[in-house]
Nanobody, 123 residues
């Protein structure tokens, strides 16, 4: 499975961006999927995840109410809508996939990782 995140960019605080994740290889629609981010000098952290089978979603406390993870089965892509962006949201964002989502594990059990896309929020 190859994943590619895109849609990052520079935005002012309070603005919005929509990230997308496309996949090739194994049918993407069967994978549970997540978004993670890594800011300079910090560890990679969980942002959001969605179960392919149930549609259940999971969010980090820092993004609840501002970010929405969704899937477009027909287009084999998944999205992260980011609203009310803050400077502290600045990071490289990565999409990832897992055959089985494991919320109790580090990185939610993700097995496949794509190259990241830079999101920069200016104050």
């Amino acid at each position: 499975v190859q994943l590619q995140a895109f849609g990052g960019g520079l935005v002012q605080a309070g603005g919005s961006l929509r990230l997308s994740c496309a996949a090739s290889g194994r049918t993407f629609s069967t994978l549970d999927m997540g978004w993670f981010r890594q800011a300079p000098g910090k560890e990679r952290e969980f942002v959001a995840a969605i179960s392919a089978s149930s549609g259940s979603t999971y969010y980090a406390d820092s993004v609840k109410g501002r970010f929405t993870i969704s899937r477009d089965t027909a287009k084999n892509t998944k999205h992260l809508q980011m609203n009310s962006l803050k400077p502290e949201d600045t990071a490289v964002y990565y999409c990832a996939g897992a055959r089985v989502l494991k919320p109790s594990e580090n990185y939610y059990g993700m097995e496949y990782w794509g190259k990241g896309t830079q999101v920069t929020v200016s104050s």
